[in-house]
């Protein structure tokens, strides 16, 4: 017999209610339940980081997540990041202006985990940077335009506006 | 959707034992970064689960009364690296766990997970062999305390005793191993990121006052054989002896005495071994530096 | 030319960066039927019987169809426009599913069910019984008189070999005092890696099938799942979303044949098809690992007197591509480096692995391995700086091929390599790193290459194209050319903008889905050829249309045509500039002009009867540890010729990621399978190793910009061309390192050990040898 549960928790930012089967994964659930299709799936064995969501500010793969385990929590998708005025966050107008995007299926959880990555303030090496971005992969770009854009957005979010136009 | 027959998820650590002892077939899951890989290819494809992802009160490190360092089974990888406890006196451990898969299977991967489930790659291991760490274990008995190299049995296998209802409660590590004490873990992979070790080396020493002696070294490896291990040849080779160049060579020489590493499709044998020498060697210049002293 | 050339955004880029941009499975209609494909578990033999009954027994299996139950209808997949002869004709050699299973991961049964889980359990529950045969893996033993016979229609297994001469080789390499570099090369099966898997769903319409599909090639396509079901090509309509990369793994008929079939064996109920990761790699295409051997025989400067070239290319299992990858490949050796005594030979070989198709580069990749590998070190034999040594040989200025009539009309090789000479600080970096000593070394290595843009003349190279003029003065485009990821989109807004007198790229909206009932027909995207070929379908139909509404212009302005253009979206009054009315005011009144309406369009097809080669090199700088045998690439720099920058942004970021594939293909990546049972062991994105963030230098992408003559904007490939010179940059720059020629690819630390061991650098007296 199928097994269903009850689930409450938050996305982008409303409350919301939903019976899942406890077979589903967060990315069944987001995708099927809430129709927020910007997490895609690439592997499903967490592996690509396509299919990536905010859980309580962390980077998570929504596709090694059981559904259930979203009881009470707080999740951010791709969708969630537009402002209510229809501007977009500087991490995803980033991505837009650096060419960082090409068939744009990495392209929502790349932007998820820098946004975690933004939100801790911090100023990242190089190195750093290019260590937090590893869980995703993507063949159109060779990550060198995702990177900057990050970059580039770290370093204005610090208030560094002239060093981020320096960034190559 | 996952190829599940039940999910039972604990709301505390008594509640999980009572699950397990109701359904001894059903499989743990913490994290789930291994065992929903696995029932996605197949392997535990059908099974039950008894989910304690969550039982926050095995989540978190804190220092006990004895001042060993209480790591709860739950902690996920990220959040042991971030520490301030860890950081302080077993960094390696928070870098080497930094060096798991990619950061969203860190924001979730627990070292619970990584030690039960028996693997001799898991990053975890071989640093925590290297400190001796001790595993907690908790059943319908109360807790029952093993030595890291006594929980694994064999590839795949821990001691858990399921008739016990048991399940993993926190890895500790004393006092007396950390104290003066540093080390270094190289991960030997065939990328830098989102991979399994072909071998991790883990080192760690404590010098003489003077900075010229070891005192103790200890070595363990992953990927060196089928479950991870300690290298006692080589640690009795270089204990008491004097911190030099030729004498961390012969040490690294040394470990081919104990390791027995297998050819598979991922590296010969005699590749491991090689490079298994040169990261002891490398681990133990780098703790040797990270313990103020100088090769 | 002003929006021609300008790095603007993407038309995409902010649905993408939104997440709003579907793709097929984020269109899939609600209650489709899952289907799992069962897979052959083992590598050759026969399906003596499949055991259904556990599978149907299962609570929402809705139907099980297996290898016996298929039409018995062999089809062609490769994504190769239809030819008339049918001597030219891609082979047809596939089934829906197979009772002859020739690879391990072969299709032997469906299982159609109610939802995912139960198509699983349904694929779990099949029991296949198998008359097994022996396999064979390798193409030299496959080639071997007592080898397994794969295909009864092709005995001895080589499903094509073609050769090529030149001169005379044997009577050239009698000359006295030549040297002769000689090696075997070795490229390995690799797979593009596309982040979304190929997925497709199809369900009957008024008696059609529809199938929407993460594809490259719509029209093509629909073309194949008629052959494949026997049904009219017209009664097939095909759709394409966006997709989520495709780098020629989707320039090929994957599930969609099967799909569609499924789809009518439950009565037209919309049936899909998710390929899982492990099945990308394994059952839908790979690249053809290519085994060289190359025979130069060098005159004491150097120059070349002879070459033999035997190129054994490892098909797989079934035919698709086929013979066109090796025998690119083949074509290339002299062109690159022209020599007057040429014999080559290239062989097509079917083998117990996954299927070879079109995959980035096709064919070059591999040869550019092999023979800037060859040439490195011919270089080396006479002591000649490499650099040096590809300026004074490499194809001249002027240079035409016979068969394709490219020609170099510039000297773009040497304007290339110049550039990348001066960006990386060759000559002062080869000489820093001559003759060290030590553990850890550096190095610097280059290589070139060439590149066919389009298919001319080998195959059909047409481009249709619809335009309107929609009311508010912008215009709406229709391509029969995909947007796969690489930009197209952006760049055909560009083109037409640029030939409509638009003021802006954004003034033009691009169609991006194909559907076969509605958009003209073309050929997709595949080869390096979407900009080029669109060019002309672009400009030709842009003028139609201009010329439309330069005629109702002329109506309401009183103006001769002829003395009007649009300019900044306005008609203007060409003798002195004067803005007559605005294109929206012109299409307003022309649509509701009650006593001449009309809706303004244009629509043209263009048979393009040209090619154009694309040219570039790459430079790498590495750092090895020998001990730990390990490459640290510290540089990489790609220089490209490809025409004139219709989107220089966008250029480079395509850029970057060929070089990016390069870069696994020359240190990391690889299928492997077990050479006792043909399993393939590494088929997931763990044990196959695309790169990470943390595996890249910086990335360096420069351009010379020499403009292509035939092109209506003066463009050429780049959409391969990345892909090509990066490895054996990598290769070369090893080699100036250590000292070490290592002739296959890639190069793991598992192979760097095996060679330092031979060359005698694995020991452990460094410091004896550092003194």
Same mark, same amino acid.
């Given at each position: ?10 996305? +982008? ?9 406890v ?8 995708? !099927? !339940? ?19 969501v ?13 559904a ?5 929590? +707080?999740?951010?998708t791709?969708?969630?990041?537009? +402002? ?29 985990t820098?946004?975690?990555?933004? +939100? ?9 940077l ?13 990550y060198? !335009? ?23 | ?26 499989q ?6 291994d065992?929903?890989v ?10 039950e ?21 209480r ?29 798991v ?15 039960c ?38 590839a ?23 104290d003066?004490?540093?080390?270094f ?22 010098? @003489?006052?003077?900075k ?51 050819? @598979?499709?991922?590296? @010969? ?27 | ?67 016996f139950?298929?039409?018995?209808? $062999? ?39 109610e ?8 694929v ?34 080589? /499903? ?21 570099v ?22 009957? %319409? ?19 799942v008629?052959?494949?079901?026997g ?51 394994v059952?839908?295409?790979?690249r ?41 490949a ?12 040429v ?8 083998t ?6 079109? #995959? ?12 800037? $590998? ?43 390599? %110049? ?46 194209n619809?335009?309107q ?24 807004s560009?083109?037409?903008a ?44 842009? %003028? ?10 002329s109506k309401?302005t ?21 803005v007559?009315m ?5 299409? #307003? ?9 009309e ?5 043209s097809?263009y ?11 790459s ?8 001990? #730990? ?63 990470t ?7 360096e992408? /420069? ?16 959409? %391969?061309?990345p ?8 290769r070369n720059?090893?080699l ?36």
């Open positions: 017999m199928a097994q269903y549960k009850l689930v409450t928790c938050t996305i +982008n930012g409303k409350k919301r209610e939903q019976i899942v089967d077979r589903a994964s967060l990315t069944d659930m987001i995708r !099927n !339940n809430f129709h927020l299709t910007s997490v895609k799936k690439g592997c499903e064995v967490g592996e690509c980081g396509a299919c990536t905010l859980i309580d500010g962390e980077a998570i793969n929504s596709c090694l997540y059981l259930v385990w979203a009881e009470g929590k +707080n999740i951010i791709l969708e969630g990041l537009m +402002n209510p005025d229809g501007t977009l966050s500087d991490i995803q107008q980033a991505f837009i202006d650096e060419t960082a995007i090409q068939c744009g299926f990495c392209t929502p959880g790349f932007i998820l820098a946004t975690e990555i933004l +939100n801790a303030g911090v100023e990242y090496t190089d190195d750093e290019r260590k937090l971005l590893s869980g995703h992969l993507c063949r159109c770009t060779g060198q !335009n995702i990177f900057r854009a990050v970059k580039k957005t770290m370093l204005r979010r610090l208030g560094k506006d002239a060093e981020a136009e320096l960034v190559k | 959707m996952y190829d599940m027959k039940a999910l039972y998820e604990a709301t505390s650590v008594e509640n999980a034992i009572e699950l397990r002892l109701e359904h001894p077939e059903a743990i899951i913490a994290g789930g970064t065992v929903l696995q029932m996605r290819e197949g392997k535990r494809a059908g099974k689960l008894i989910s304690i992802q969550g039982l926050d009160e095995i989540r978190g490190v804190s220092m006990d009364e004895n001042e060993a360092i790591i709860g089974s739950l902690t996920t990888f990220s959040h042991i690296t971030r520490d301030p406890i860890i950081q302080k006196y077993i960094n390696v451990l928070g870098e080497a766990v930094d060096m898969g990619g950061p969203q299977i860190r924001n979730v991967g627990t070292i619970g997970g990584n030690t489930n028996g693997v001799t790659s898991a990053d975890s291991a071989s640093t925590l062999h290297a400190w001796e760490a001790i595993i907690e274990l908790t059943g319908k008995n109360g807790k029952r305390y093993l030595p890291i190299k006594d929980f694994y049995i064999k795949g296998t821990v001691d858990i005793n399921v008739a016990d209802g048991e399940i993993q409660t926190a890895v500790i590590i004393p006092k007396e191993s950390y003066r004490t540093a080390g873990y190289i991960k030997y992979a065939m990328r830098n990121a989102m991979d399994i070790a072909t071998t991790g080396c883990s080192v760690n020493c404590r010098l @003489s006052p003077d010229k002696t070891f005192e103790r070294v200890r070595i363990a490896y992953g990927v060196a054989g089928p479950v991870p291990m300690r290298v006692p040849s080589a640690e009795a080779a270089i204990n008491g002896k004097e911190v030099t160049l030729e004498n961390i060579e012969m040490f690294s020489k040394t470990v081919l005495e104990d390791i027995h590493p297998r050819d @598979s499709w991922r590296a @010969s044998k005699a590749f491991r071994q090689h490079i298994a020498v040169e990261m002891a060697k490398r681990c133990l210049i780098e703790s040797v530096k990270r313990c103020g002293g100088d090769v | 030319m002003s929006i021609v050339g300008k790095s603007e955004v993407r038309v995409d880029a902010f649905d993408k960066a939104t997440g709003r941009t579907k793709y097929y499975e984020d269109r899939m209609p609600a209650g489709a039927l899952y289907a799992r494909i069962k897979h052959s578990e083992i590598a050759h033999g026969y399906v003596k019987s499949i055991d259904t009954s556990a599978a149907e027994a299962i609570e929402g299996v809705v139907k099980v169809l297996t290898c139950d298929v039409p018995d209808i $062999a089809f062609p997949t490769a994504g190769h426009p239809w030819s008339m002869d049918p001597g030219h004709q891609d082979v047809a050699d596939r089934h829906l599913l197979n009772r002859h299973v020739r690879y391990y991961g072969d299709e032997v049964a469906v299982v159609i069910a939802n995912e889980v139960a198509a699983m359990q349904g779990r529950a099949l029991k296949v019984e198998y008359d097994v045969l022996p396999f064979v893996l390798d193409v030299q033993k496959a080639m071997e008189p007592d080898a397994p016979q794969i295909h009864e229609e092709c005995p001895g297994n080589v /499903l094509k070999h073609t050769s090529m001469a030149k001169g005379n080789y044997d009577e050239a390499i009698q000359e006295p005092g030549l040297i002769k000689e090696g075997w090369y070795e490229t390995p099966m690799v797979q593009h890696c596309h982040i979304e898997n190929h997925g497709c769903y199809a369900y009957g %319409e008024n008696g059609r099938i529809t199938v929407v599909s993460s594809t490259q090639i719509p029209h093509i396509i629909r073309r194949i008629g052959q494949a079901l049904r009219p090509w017209a009664d097939i309509q095909i759709i394409k979303p966006y997709i989520g990369g495709g780098f020629g793994n989707k320039q090929d008929a994957l599930y969609e044949p099967l799909c569609a079939w499924c789809s009518t064996q439950v009565n037209g109920r919309c049936v899909r098809i998710d390929c899982s990761r492990e099945e990308t790699f059952s839908n295409r790979v053809h690992a290519i085994r060289f051997h190359i025979i130069t025989w060098l005159h004491q400067d150097g120059s070349i007197a002879a070459r033999k070239i035997e190129c054994f290319s490892n098909q797989g299992a079934y035919a698709s591509h086929g013979h066109s990858i090796v025998a690119k083949m074509g290339s050796f002299p062109q690159i480096y022209p020599c007057d005594n014999q080559a030979d290239a062989y097509t070989v079917y117990n692995r996954p299927v070879a198709g079109a #995959m980035r580069g096709y064919g070059m990749p591999q040869a550019s391995f092999a023979d800037d $590998a060859n040439i490195e070190d011919c270089a080396k034999a006479v002591g000649m700086n490499p650099l040096e040594y590809r300026n004074k040989f490499i194809m001249p200025k002027g240079f035409e091929d016979g068969f394709s009539h490219n020609v170099n009309y510039y000297d773009s090789f040497r304007d290339c390599m %110049e550039k990348g000479r001066v960006a990386i600080d060759y000559d002062r970096k080869i000489k820093e790193y001559q003759n060290q000593t030590g553990p850890v070394r550096r190095g610097i290595g280059m290589a070139a290459f060439w590149y066919n843009t389009a298919v001319y003349p080998i195959s059909l190279e047409t481009s249709s619809r335009m003029l929609n009311l508010d003065g912008t215009v709406t485009m229709q391509c029969g050319e995909t947007e796969i990821g690489q930009g197209a989109d952006t760049a055909y560009q083109m037409a640029e030939v409509l007198g638009l003021s802006s790229y954004r003034d033009v909206h691009v169609v991006s889905c194909q559907d076969t009932d509605i958009t003209p027909t073309g050929l997709g995207a595949y080869a390096s050829r979407q900009t080029y070929v669109a060019g002309f379908s672009i400009r030709q139909t842009g %003028e139609l249309l201009k010329k439309k509404i330069l005629a109702y212009a309401l009183r103006q001769m045509a002829e003395n009007m253009d649009i300019r900044n979206s306005s008609i203007v009054r060409i003798m002195d500039g004067k007559l605005s294109l929206k005011e012109l299409a #307003m009144t022309a649509q509701y002009n009650a006593a001449d309406s809706h303004i369009t244009a629509e097809t048979t393009i009867r040209n090619n154009a080669y694309s040219f570039g090199c430079f790498a700088e590495v750092e090895v540890d020998i001990p #730990m045998c390990k490459v640290k690439l510290l540089r990489l720099i790609n220089v490209h010729d490809c025409g004139k920058l219709i989107n220089p942004a966008l250029a480079e970021a395509q850029v970057h990621g060929g070089m990016s594939m390069a870069i696994g293909y020359g240190l990391s990546e690889q299928l492997l399978f077990d050479e006792k049972t043909g399993r393939p062991l590494n088929n997931n994105l763990l044990d196959y190793k695309i790169s963030t943390m595996d890249h230098p910086d990335l992408a /420069l351009f010379v910009e020499n403009p292509e003559p035939t092109s209506p904007f003066g463009t050429k490939a780049l959409g %391969e061309p892909a090509c010179s990066g490895a054996p940059a990598i720059a090893i100036q390192a250590t000292g070490v020629s290592i002739d296959k690819t890639p190069i793991t630390p598992h192979v760097l050990y095996a060679e330092f061991s031979k060359a005698g650098l694995i020991h452990d007296d460094w410091e004896k040898e550092g003194k």
